[in-house]
């Protein structure tokens, strides 16, 4: 017997792993810089070279990248800056995988912090988290019908499952240039730069994944002219690139999720041969996943009045979404300049990341709990040290509603910064005011008993015999014309026009006539 099968496409992790390394070196400062008198603001960025799939492990290579604001010893008040990077290699083990599988790396850096050891040598310390998952395309096959019926009764219902049309990764690149406003001096060099993502939203359109939102750009600089006097200047680009994805964005559920690779930020001549153009060159990693739903017919039951069918079943995994929601966490705090500090006379760039530490179920939905990191570059009131930073960490916890909850549920959850502003009260505090956007994604994995195959053995006629022949049922709760049929051994349409029925819905109390058939 010849069965109709469908196929619905779907993604399984196979496991996951997480390593917190420490990265500890010293770096000597270059020829071609001033010698360190103090370390005015740090900031470090991952860079994964390969990461590769062995038997049992993942293997994740790559660096640390730091760039560091800080004053020389070369003048008064002098700022200047450099660049490093600190290679990696992890070992992360994962049961289970297999070599040259696929797998997804991730990082982040929980903590950094660079020291001064004498004038030409930095200690670079970093708190890093690795995170690997193992991943795996696969295709469940649902039995829909028998391709020749002939004299088999047949109990068809319906399946609701996502068909994963599309799961892919690509590098979406974009390159601006920014004019500085007349009213800004020539760029001799960049000190500092902070290139950060607002309000980044991802759909499919026309045939391709597209990544908008905003660029938020700040540079601090040294003047061209000879008193080398610090700049600053901050402006939003547009965000709008794309990837070919080649899926019909009708009916389809999509989830684009777009993070920093690299962001280079260099100054050009303009036509008159002056430094007044800032060029930047935005590599952006996008992962995109695009479903179907699928109303699918499945046949859950079968059986014969000449033979005895023996259905053999397996539990098969179908996911339907619960829910898309958008949810915004709103943050209102206020920092305190430690009194070590100089004072605060301009604010010149605030820059904030989310990381989010803990998802919990709860009743009608999911907790979100985490950090944000809050970061200020300012202008002092000082003159010998006319550049500050002060860094602060806020907690944040957000219930974003998830219906008809149960075992089962898979959750993919993207978070972000919407906005963030930082205003001064005063030269010792500010208001800093935070939107935090948490994009979910609720899934409801479903395990199916599926018909895988049939087999056929003769009646026992015995028993055939023994049974009666016609029988007076009263219908009580929970009863259905296919589970009576099947036990007397007779067909749903036999019962409808015994009884007199054309279409028939049991209720508790029905009185039903029964003809057993034979043959």
Not at 84 to 90: A, D, L, R, T, V
Not at 296 to 321: G, M, N
Not at 417 to 431: G, K, P, R
């Amino acid at each position: 017997m010849e069965l109709q099968k469908v196929k619905i496409h779907r993604k399984q992790e196979n496991g996951s792993a997480v390593s917190q390394i420490t990265l500890d070196d010293d770096y000597n400062v270059p020829d071609y810089r001033p010698d360190i008198m103090k370390v005015l603001k740090e900031k470090g960025e991952l860079r994964f070279d390969e990461v590769k799939a062995g038997s049992g492990a993942v293997w994740v290579k790559g660096s640390l990248l730091f760039s560091v604001l800080y004053r020389s010893e070369g003048g008064s008040g002098k700022i200047s800056c450099l660049k490093g990077e600190i290679p990696f290699q992890e070992k992360l083990n994962l049961d289970g995988l297999q070599e040259f599988g696929k797998v997804r790396a991730a990082g982040e850096i929980e903590d950094i912090t660079i020291g001064v050891i004498n004038s030409r040598k930095l200690n670079v310390r970093a708190l890093v988290v690795l995170r690997a998952t193992a991943e795996e395309e696969i295709d469940e096959e649902f039995t829909t019908k028998l391709e020749e019926p002939g004299e088999y009764e047949q109990q068809i219902g319906n399946l609701e499952a996502l068909h994963l049309v599309l799961s892919s990764r690509d590098i979406c690149r974009q390159k601006s240039e920014v004019v500085l406003p007349s009213s800004k001096p020539n760029v001799r060099e960049i000190l500092w730069r902070s290139v950060e993502l607002r309000n980044v939203e991802g759909t499919v359109r026309e045939g391709r994944a597209l990544v908008t939102g905003e660029v938020l750009v700040a540079v601090l600089y040294s003047e061209e002219e000879e008193s080398e006097r610090l700049q600053w200047y901050e402006t939003t680009v547009p965000l709008e690139c794309g990837a070919d994805c080649e899926v019909d964005e009708e009916n389809c559920i999509c989830r684009i999720a777009a993070s920093p690779l690299a962001a280079e930020l260099e100054i050009k001549p303009d036509y008159d041969g002056e430094e007044r153009i800032l060029v930047l060159e935005l590599s952006l990693s996008v992962d995109i996943r695009v479903w179907r739903e699928e109303q699918i017919e499945q046949l859950t039951d079968i059986y014969s009045l000449k033979q005895k069918v023996v259905p053999v079943c397996r539990e098969r995994t179908a996911e339907k979404l619960l829910v898309k929601n958008y949810a915004k966490c709103r943050l209102a705090e206020q920092m305190e300049l430690p009194e070590s500090q100089e004072k605060i006379l301009q604010i010149c760039a605030c820059e904030g990341q989310v990381n989010v530490e803990k998802r919990e179920p709860v009743e009608n939905g999911i907790r979100v709990e985490g950090t944000m990191t809050v970061e200020l570059l300012y202008i002092t009131t000082d003159d010998n040290m006319p550049v500050g930073s002060m860094r602060e960490i806020y907690p944040f916890s957000q219930v974003i509603e998830i219906p008809q909850m149960g075992n089962g549920l898979r959750v993919e959850l993207d978070s972000g910064i919407e906005q963030l502003s930082a205003v001064m009260i005063d030269q010792e505090h500010i208001e800093v005011k935070a939107t935090i956007h948490l994009d979910l994604l609720a899934f409801l994995e479903q395990q199916i008993s599926n018909i895988e195959e049939l087999t056929e053995e003769p009646l026992d006629m015995e028993e055939l015999i023994n049974s009666p022949g016609l029988v007076g049922y009263i219908a009580k709760p929970g009863d259905d014309l296919w589970t009576i049929a099947k036990e007397n051994h007779t067909t749903i349409r036999d019962i409808m026009e015994t009884n007199g029925w054309k279409e028939k819905e049991l209720v508790p109390g029905d009185t039903i006539l029964i003809v057993k058939q034979v043959g």
